[in-house]
């Protein structure tokens, strides 16, 4: 993902410089097809670590290469890396099962702090905040289409993961309605 995004990152650049448009292309287009293998790849093999990493990176990826004339967009990235920090905190505590079923019991039970019946943590609150943040960038007209269709996968992965976790909480809760014997 790393090189993926830097190809991405160096391709918009030389997009923009005179001179550099062919390359630029290649680079971008190159670096917009990894990613997409990437995301295709975690999203098939359901495993929420690697789903979140990869976003985790991409994010991380872009934020390094951002300028400091980029306020809105760094802030952007800064506030998804804080939300994907407390995510993989999620992810370790949902598979902790017999701890989850405690922690599930100070989660209020409205409907706004639930996730389809399941407590909407850090996960769900994390994927929620960045499904917007990144829906957000489809509003610009004149989006390339190969970007336009990164952007819809990485939003296609993050309902895969959300749906990925709340089995491992429906999982990991079904315990407690167990009895031990």
Do not use: W
């Amino acid at each position: 993902m790393t090189v993926a995004v830097a190809q991405i990152v160096r391709g918009r650049r030389g997009l923009r410089t005179k001179g550099e448009t062919e390359n630029g292309l290649a680079y971008f287009t190159d670096g917009l097809q990894r990613a997409k293998a990437v995301f295709t790849e975690v999203q098939g093999g359901r495993d929420l670590y690697l789903m979140l990493l990869a976003e985790y990176i991409y994010v991380g990826q872009e934020l390094a290469s951002s300028s400091n004339e980029e306020k809105e967009a760094r802030s952007s990235c800064e506030a998804a890396m804080h939300d994907f920090d407390d995510a993989f905190l999620a992810l370790e505590a949902v598979q902790e099962s017999p701890g989850y079923v405690v922690a599930e019991k100070t989660y209020p039970h409205k409907p706004k702090y639930r996730y389809r019946g399941m407590p909407r943590d850090a996960f769900h609150d994390a994927y929620m905040a960045h499904r917007t943040r990144v829906g957000n960038t489809l509003r610009k007209i004149g989006l390339n289409p190969d970007e336009r269709s990164l952007t819809e996968l990485r939003i296609a992965a993050f309902a895969a993961a959300q749906q990925v976790y709340l089995e491992k909480q429906q999982a990991a809760l079904s315990t407690a309605a167990v009895p031990h014997v």
